[in-house]
């Protein structure tokens, strides 16, 4: 895993080989083992390289025989060896065993055709000399993360957004849009960002630079058009769980030794469990267990170390760890959050890379792809009391969801009813499965300042969600629509981010997943959705898939979404933990930055003094609040953004 | 009864609006509907109820027909008051 930067100069002046050295400084946490820059004509680009595959060779910025291509890569194509035997018959020649190499070759014979052959989790750049070319491509979930932007006539891209935001003359505003849909979604729609001005490519896209135009298209898209195939559950089944094998064994490729994350639930061990029996090595595993007995599953990891066998290695974490390190967290995730919960990950990545490790297999994925959330429950229990909206019984499902939510669990029927109440127009209303989660969230914008709520006034950021799904999602089953919005959205631009890639690489930790497989993903799309919630039954076909996988307690046990405290990792007893906390919802600190509303936070911040029976919503507004103040101060107030690191010294320049 | 709508309209627009739009709240406007409550809100709607008026609310009166509105928890506080 690694990171990548460059700019491709349309004026005459060619990018100066330090400028990029400068770039890829700001983000070198992502590649330590070793750095490299070149610059030609009117390209730059730079490399910071977390050696994975080919220690020895598999340096990059790399170039193809004659030099006519230069490219900078970052991720692993799982299949390069299989890639590489077809292109060897077919003549090519190569000098080390890198995936990297075979990304050059194949795209030397296939052109931007090439990215369909790939499996695995890539963002990469290819720098084609005789054309004049610039051609980016990311995978098809956005497992890893690029972006670009435009400046005078100039293109410049990187892993990271602060890599763009070194380069000198690069302006740095809020996109008040960007933040009205974090403060809605958790995310942005890409390719906007929370950065004016800087674009991220969406995942699955590719994107292309040539005689200074540019084209972007995709070359894969979601689809849940199903096809049933005349398959048993046995045969789903069957074919899933050999998938998963093979998904598995793909993602254990590598010249460094890999762990896995084992969280308690179904996923992570039975990918645990596929690793062991694909391996012989002694396999680490690594996990994250709370002080709060509320959020905490050690009883579930111990059983599942105790049926696997692994090396066990666990992080407590305490709300005060996670205070500590919150405004670490908002440098690398660069965008603001409205849950606390990527900072035990990056406490666990660290956890990781003390014990040597840089590679981690975990579950990511299943519960998007095979219906696990307690969302695709909820919308299923509202569309069929909907059915019968008079009958007394239905309702009553709804004390299914949530058994973690003591304050809903003890509501009465009466309340239960009127909070999740479905209308005759919330039925037809496409975002059905989302409407609930989306417009509760949305509510904490009444925090923002006047100034920010006359700016984003004619703007609509649910509409917008309405108005950009593919045509074809009118004819899916409603619960593969729940999918959809899970996995296009959610998935990319707040779990597999701020959740994954950018707390992992912080400490060079770098994440495989085999649900990721998009072979699996396709097999998952056209399965029947009574296969994958069986009544109220979460991922009925992996459990049944993979029962002699894992142990019996960790088959049966309820589901437990991953969580962590929010209010109370900032707050003990009314006191804020951390001093920062206090200066950043001060009322002098929320008028000079302008985006809330500084007597609206006050009462928030008096609430908490004086009350423990605090919602959900407020906890979202005070994560929001605190870390778009500190996110405003790391990269809009700040004077510069430059390597925290130190410089990359000039031995690793190539000039031509 | 016009100050028992106030102390309670207060309470809602502080704990529930931070202050923010509180002039646009009618004493018949539904709480759930307008998205000011969710399932800890009732507990703190409650709480409050009992702290400030010093009566007991039992669960089953803990309904939305007695506390989704301004006007519903005044009435529901003058009735328990009354009969006490």
Redesign the interface.
């Known amino acids: 895993m690694c990171g990548i930067c460059g700019v491709l100069n349309f004026n005459s002046n060619p990018p100066k080989a330090n400028l990029i050295a400068d770039m890829i400084g700001t983000i070198r946490y992502r590649g330590p083992d070793d750095c490299g820059v070149y610059s030609s004509g009117k390209i730059g680009l730079g490399h910071a390289r977390l050696s994975i595959i080919d220690l020895e060779g598999g340096h990059q910025p790399m170039q193809n025989e004659d030099g006519s291509l230069w490219i900078s890569f970052n991720g692993e194509i799982y299949n390069y060896a299989e890639l590489r035997r077809d292109l060897e018959h077919r003549g090519h020649r190569f000098a080390g065993h890198s995936d990297t190499e075979v990304i050059l070759h194949l795209y030397q014979e296939e052109g931007e055709e090439c990215v369909r052959h790939f499996n695995g989790q890539w963002a990469f750049a290819i720098w084609d000399a005789r054309k004049e070319r610039l051609f980016l491509s990311r995978d098809r979930l956005g497992v890893r993360p690029l972006f670009y932007t435009w400046k005078h006539g100039c293109f410049i891209f990187g892993s990271e957004i602060k890599a763009i935001l070194s380069y000198p003359g690069i302006r740095r505003e809020i996109d008040l849009i960007g933040l009205d849909q974090i403060f809605t979604f958790w995310s942005t729609l890409p390719p906007r960002t929370v950065f004016k001005d800087i674009q991220e490519l969406p995942p699955a896209s590719c994107l292309t630079v040539e005689a200074g135009n540019v084209r972007s298209w995709s070359y894969w898209h979601l689809d849940y058009s199903r096809d049933d195939e005349g398959l048993t559950e046995d045969d789903w089944a069957e074919k899933l769980l050999a998938l998963l094998a093979d998904g598995t064994q793909i993602r254990l490729r590598s010249d460094v030794p890999v762990g896995a994350y084992l969280s308690g639930g179904l996923d992570s061990t039975i990918v645990t469990s596929i690793i062991r029996r694909y391996s012989e090595t002694p396999l680490k595993t690594f996990s994250i267990s709370f002080e709060d007995a509320e959020f905490d599953e050690r009883k579930y990891q111990r059983e599942a170390v105790q049926f696997l066998g692994t090396d066990h290695h666990e992080i407590r974490i305490s709300g005060q760890d996670i205070a500590e390190v919150f405004p670490e967290v908002i440098w690398h995730v660069e965008k603001p959050l409205l849950r606390s919960a990527p900072a035990p990950f990056y406490l666990l990545s660290s956890l990781v890379r003390q014990q040597g490790y840089k590679v981690v297999l975990s579950g990511e994925g299943a519960d998007e792809i095979l219906g696990g959330y307690d969302i695709y429950k909820e919308a299923k229990i509202r569309r069929f009391w909907a059915s019968q909206p008079e009958s007394r019984l239905r309702p009553l499902l709804l004390k299914r969801l949530y058994p973690y939510?003591g304050?809903?669990q003890?509501?009465?029927a009466?309340?239960l009813r009127?909070?999740f109440?479905v209308t005759a127009s919330d039925l037809l209303d496409p975002l059905f499965s989302h409407l609930p989660r989306w417009?509760?969230t949305a509510?904490i914008k009444?925090?923002f300042s006047d100034d920010t709520k006359s700016r984003l006034s004619s703007y609509n950021a649910i509409q917008e969600m309405r108005d950009s799904l593919p045509t074809a999602f009118l004819e899916w089953d409603p619960f593969a629509q729940a999918q959809y919005l899970e996995t296009r959205y959610l998935f990319p631009g707040y779990i597999l981010s701020s959740q994954g890639d950018r707390v992992g690489m912080a400490h060079s930790v770098e994440g495989r997943f085999p649900f990721l497989d998009h072979r699996l993903l396709e097999l998952a799309a056209r399965m029947p959705p009574q296969i994958k919630m069986k009544v109220l039954n979460e991922k009925y076909i992996l459990k049944r898939a993979a029962r002699d996988l894992v142990p019996e307690s960790v088959r049966k046990r309820a589901k437990q979404p991953y969580r962590a405290p929010d209010i109370d990792a900032f707050f003990a007893h009314g006191k804020s933990r951390l001093p920062y906390v206090e200066e950043m919802l001060a009322p002098d600190r929320i008028r000079q930055n302008g985006i809330f509303?500084p007597?609206?936070?006050g009462?928030?911040r008096?609430?908490l003094r004086r009350?423990d029976?605090?919602?959900?919503?407020?906890n979202m507004a005070l994560v929001g609040i605190l870390s778009s103040q500190l996110w405003i101060e790391q990269f809009i107030n700040s004077p510069r953004i430059d390597s925290r690191e130190g410089k990359v010294s000039d031995d690793v320049l190539i000039n031509k | 009864m016009s100050s028992l709508i106030n102390e309670v309209r207060t309470f809602i627009v502080d704990n529930f609006l931070f202050g923010t739009n509180g002039d646009v709240l009618s004493p018949e406007d539904s709480l759930i509907e307008k998205g000011l409550i969710d399932s800890t809100g009732v507990l703190e709607l409650v709480t409050f109820i009992q702290e400030t008026f010093q009566i007991c609310v039992e669960d089953h009166e803990i309904v939305p027909a007695n506390l989704d509105s301004i006007g519903k928890i005044a009435t529901f506080v003058r009735l328990k008051k009354g009969a006490c």
């Open positions: 939510m304050s809903l003890s509501q009465p009466s309340y009127a909070f109440h417009e509760l509510r009444a925090f509303n007597e609206a936070v009462k928030l008096d609430k009350s029976a605090i919602g959900v919503k407020d």
